[in-house]
């Protein structure tokens, strides 16, 4: 039997299509099968799914988006790999919020103040990363202890914070 009539069967007999679940993935991710960011593999074609007659759902699966979570809204689910997931970080390419040399504001802050000023970015990031950063000033003696670096955490571009217990 061919592959072609092997599908036609299928969906005659109420099955989920399987290659539109792998389009689904692949605009969901931005990215084809196989490609950084989009799924590892197609899905297995051997997989006999309800036909879903709701738009299917399409979330990533955990914080480090290595596999991509489809779902029949009432029915079946299934996890989808990602290509790349083994490098620890997330699949999709994230782009930094802060990169060197960025001016940025680096805010102090404690129980019940912040104390902000002006600084510079000496490493790039994305939100949540931790960098170092330091504190640049118009005034001389405060220009000699600029050399001083501190480590903040990026909460949004242009800004870094450095909470104090």
Do not use: H
Request: hydrophobic share 50%; with cysteine.
């Amino acid at each position: 039997m061919s592959l072609a009539l092997g599908l036609t069967l299928a969906a005659a007999a109420g099955f989920a299509d399987l290659d539109a679940i792998d389009r689904e993935v692949a605009a969901f991710t931005g990215a084809p099968i196989g490609a950084p960011g989009g799924a590892s593999n197609p899905v297995d074609r051997r997989l006999r799914l309800q036909s879903c007659a709701a738009p299917l759902a399409v979330t990533w699966n955990g914080m480090r988006r290595d596999s991509v979570l489809v779902q029949c809204p009432g029915g079946w689910r299934i996890f989808v790999q990602v290509a790349n997931a083994t490098l620890g970080a997330a699949a999709v390419p994230v782009l930094p919020a802060v990169t060197r040399g960025d001016a940025v504001t680096i805010a102090v802050q404690g129980d019940g103040f912040t104390v902000s000023q002006p600084g510079e970015a000496l490493e790039a990031g994305p939100v949540g990363a931790w960098i170092r950063v330091r504190a640049v000033s118009s005034n001389a003696a405060a220009a000699a202890n600029a050399k001083d670096t501190l480590r903040a955490q990026i909460v949004r571009p242009g800004m870094v914070a450095i909470p104090l217990p």
